[in-house]
């Protein structure tokens, strides 16, 4: 980006930025770049000089689109052409992830690690036995692309594999994927040793997951969620965990997180309870992932300053002309955000 503007970076790495920093860096600048994690509100797309907005992720939920659209501001992501390079992408790194909650569980590796550090080493004591992998039952609700790549990782831990989604696949892709059918997620929440949400979030599926289905669980099973906060009710969930309910849960994501509120909150409860792995919205954090994703835009906003139509647009209805902003090129600021990892640029 520096070879078509000046580039000014968000330079705290330690926190996500704030959105009186977001509207202070975007009032200065033609383009902004904001990462995955932020949300860009109508207050940032309002800014004067803004042309062009390139963000992590190709959803509206990113951007104030109304916003946009009422500005003539483009909004571009990655280039969908274009190949996700070593690591699988962001479906794969999001799948290994979730595999690793179910191992930690499997195996008590926090637990090990805090006793351990405690200085409370005892070899082969009883203190910290795990449910182990072979031979228990993975549910997954929902067969996506993360869920996907999920399965060939579980199978060569000789795991079970229950799966439920809409269509059932034919006998022969269950057979090639090492997957057995339940009708209803109900079936799988009374039988699977880790229930792993993986749906898509809508209004059919907010709160999808409450007391009701926890209920149904095994004590003893563990609940990871790697897909979006308000799948689940979160507030019956804690009660779960702290009762016993289940024996445990891995969250990547959570109820309120951007674009839902600015900035995400992750409540003391869960913070505080030991029978819990919390990571912040981490599926995909790779350097490969993210890497690609993050290069990928950039060269959408370098195609944007120069006057063409980037392959990555998600807003086209924005176009007058076939020509956008081409009197800009090499002249006024992008502006990436970083939201607390350090990007090169």
């Known amino acids: 980006m520096r070879e078509v503007a000046e580039v000014n970076v968000f330079p705290h790495t330690n926190r996500m930025i704030t959105l009186d920093e977001m509207i202070a860096g975007a009032t200065g600048a033609d383009y902004l770049f904001a990462l995955h994690s932020n949300f860009v509100p109508a207050d940032v797309v309002n800014t004067p000089r803004l042309k062009g907005i390139g963000v992590m992720g190709g959803h509206a939920a990113r951007v104030d689109f109304d916003a946009a659209l009422a500005r003539k501001v483009a909004v571009v992501s990655r280039d969908p052409a274009e190949p996700m390079t070593g690591g699988g992408g962001v479906g794969q790194a999001t799948a290994d992830l979730t595999v690793s909650m179910i191992l930690a569980f499997a195996y008590r590796l926090i637990d090990a690690d805090k006793h351990t550090r405690a200085g ?78 993986e749906v898509d979030y809508n209004g059919s599926t907010h709160k999808w997951l409450g007391a009701r289905e926890f209920a149904l669980m095994k004590s003893t099973a563990y609940l990871i969620n790697t897909a979006r906060g308000r799948l689940l009710d979160e507030g019956e969930l804690i009660k779960a965990l702290e009762s016993g309910t289940i024996a445990g849960a891995g969250l990547d994501v959570y109820w309120n997180e951007p674009p839902v509120v600015y900035q995400a909150e992750v ?79």
């Open 120 to 197: 409370t080493f005892q070899q082969q004591s009883m203190a910290l036995m795990g449910v182990g992998c072979a031979g228990k039952t993975v549910g997954l609700l929902g067969l996506g692309r993360v869920a996907r790549h999920m399965a060939a990782r579980l199978r060569a831990f000789d795991m079970r594999i229950l799966y439920t989604k809409r269509t059932r696949l034919s006998l022969d892709e269950e057979e090639k994927l090492g997957l057995e059918w339940a009708a209803a997620k109900d079936d799988i929440l009374r039988r699977a040793d880790f229930v792993c949400v």
């Open 267 to 345: 409540p003391e409860e869960l913070r505080w309870l030991p029978n819990v792995i919390l990571t912040p919205h981490n599926g995909g954090a790779t350097y490969d992932a993210r890497g690609d994703m993050c290069s990928s835009v950039a060269r959408s906003l370098v195609s944007l300053i120069k006057g063409e139509r980037p392959a990555g647009l998600l807003n086209p209805e924005i176009y007058s002309e076939p020509v956008l902003y081409p009197e800009n090129y090499g002249r006024g600021p992008i502006l990436p955000l970083s939201m607390g990892g350090t990007i090169a640029y």
